[in-house]
Every structure is written in structure tokens, then in C-alpha cells.
């Protein structure tokens, strides 16, 4: 193999061992040494790649975020779908490491500024701008679903607290949320009908 070939492995090693251990044992077990192990590289060898922890969980979050939107597919066109969409993402097991990321930076400002682009392109998995269609855009619409991405952050939360088993009342909070989007995709429906 060619060097760059070697580079491209270890790098792509330290970036799966990065979220690995922030998904098994959250930011406090994430450090320099224990991604070295799990990537079976030295200390010296992730400085050659990475500058520091920070950046290094830059690149990994923002591979994780560029797996994520790749099999989100196409945008949503109703409120369900919206919603549906947004729990994929923040139900994924994955979607842990940003929790971690994102509360161990709330401490950290050098971390907070290292992580601050990639956490701000995982809010767009879960944004209401996200839907194409000009009857969602509503403010009603918009205020829903700020509402549901949040309650399903503290499912989400409630899962990375209880070793990913949902918590007793996720599938009511659920199909309330999804029972409300549908509610809102049949007045939408009825208004776009109406106004043609």
C-alpha cells in the first residue's frame, strides 16, 4: 500500500475509534490514549493526523454527520415525514457521540469552538427548513416540529442514560408527536385544496 493509502486508514481507525468510545463510554473515557488503543496507533501517529482531542473529534463527528445526511435520502414533504426523518436521526445509536460531544463542550470553550461548525451541521438533519414544500414553511408548522425535535432530544437522552433501552413512555411521546404532524399534514392538505 501507498502512503497516503496507510494515512487514509489510520485516520479513518481514529475517527470510528473516536466514536466508539464516545458512544460506549462517553467524552470523560475519551481521550488521546484510549482512542490510540482502540485505533492501535500510537500517541505520535494521531498528532501526525490530528492536532489535538478537539480536532480530532471535529473530523470524526463530521464523518458521522456526512454518514448520517447520506442515508437520510430526499427531503420531507409532509410533517410526518419530517418527523419521522428527525427521529432516524437523533434515535440512531450514533447520534450519542454528538450528545456527548455537544454536552462535554458546554464546559470546554476551546472544544465548543472546535465542534461548533459539525454541531451546527447536524441541526439541519433535524431543522423544519429542511422541508421543501411552501405550505409547511408556516410558523405553526415550524413550531411544531422545534417542538418534537426537542422532546425526541430527551428520548434521545433518556436512551443514552439507560444503555440505548427506551424509556416506558418513548412510544407514547412518539405517537402523540406523530398523531399531532398528522393532524397538521390534513389541514394543510385541506387549505392547499381550498386556496386552488
Not at 20 to 29: K, Y
Not at 82 to 109: C, H, Q, T, Y
Not at 117 to 130: D, H, I, K, S, Y
Not at 158 to 170: I, N, P, Y
Amino acid at each position: 500500500r501507498t502512503q497516503a493509502e496507510r494515512s487514509a486508514t489510520t485516520r479513518a481507525s481514529l475517527l470510528e475509534a473516536t466514536i466508539a468510545l464516545l458512544i460506549e463510554r462517553g467524552w470523560a473515557a475519551t481521550t488521546e490514549v484510549a482512542v490510540g488503543e482502540r485505533a492501535g496507533v500510537s500517541r505520535g501517529a494521531l498528532h501526525h493526523h490530528y492536532s489535538d482531542l478537539g480536532a480530532l473529534l471535529a473530523a470524526a463527528l463530521d464523518e458521522l454527520h456526512a454518514d448520517m445526511v447520506s442515508n437520510a435520502g430526499e427531503p420531507a414533504r409532509t410533517v410526518r415525514d419530517a418527523l419521522d426523518r428527525s427521529w432516524v436521526a437523533i434515535g440512531d445509536a450514533r447520534f450519542k457521540a454528538v450528545m456527548e460531544a455537544w454536552w462535554a463542550a458546554g464546559n470546554d470553550p476551546d472544544l465548543a469552538r472546535a465542534i461548533a461548525p459539525v454541531v451546527a451541521q447536524f441541526a439541519t438533519l433535524v431543522a423544519p427548513a429542511r422541508i421543501p414544500s411552501p405550505g409547511l414553511r408556516r410558523s405553526e408548522v415550524s413550531t411544531f416540529l422545534l417542538l418534537a425535535r426537542e422532546a425526541m432530544l430527551g428520548l434521545a437522552m433518556g436512551r443514552a442514560t439507560t444503555g440505548r433501552r427506551a424509556l416506558g413512555h418513548e412510544r407514547k411521546v412518539l405517537a402523540a408527536l406523530r398523531e399531532q404532524a398528522d393532524q397538521l399534514d390534513e389541514r394543510i392538505t385541506m387549505s392547499e385544496g381550498v386556496s386552488r
